[in-house]
């Protein structure tokens, strides 16, 4: 599991268009739905469900976990990390992403 310490990293892995690069937004349907980084999927960490919709993700990709703070994304990290995923943390979160040039969709 590696981690961006700054949104200047995000942004430059995102610039960098890897194809085997996902973003997973793992903040609530809700918050997702008020904004998110643009290209982003949404996997709510909070979700009953989602322990199932980890099992189905390609373990050949590379997911870039974000929240709205750090700590969704760590605690997502870490359980996607030990299923044998290639994670990317952000440990920054969302709320520090506004003025790092991501672009950001709502």
């Known amino acids: 599991m590696d981690y961006f310490k700054t949104p200047q990293d995000i942004k430059k892995r995102l610039d960098a268009k890897n194809p085997n690069d996902v973003l997973l937004d793992v903040r609530t ?3 997702f739905g008020d904004g998110h980084i643009q290209g982003a999927i949404n996997l709510n ?3 009953l469900d989602v322990i199932l ?3 189905k993700l390609d373990k050949s990709k590379t997911y ?3 929240c709205r703070s750090g700590g969704r994304s760590k605690m997502a990290s870490m359980i996607m990390a030990q299923s044998g995923f290639d994670i990317i943390n ?6 520090h992403l506004e003025g790092s040039g991501v672009k950001i969709s709502d």
């Not at 952000?90 to 709320?95: E, K």
């Open 29 to 31: 349907p809700s918050e």
């Open 45 to 47: 960490i909070g979700g």
């Open 53 to 55: 919709k980890i099992q």
């Open 64 to 66: 870039i976990l974000y």
């Open 90 to 95: 952000c440990q920054f979160g969302f709320m």
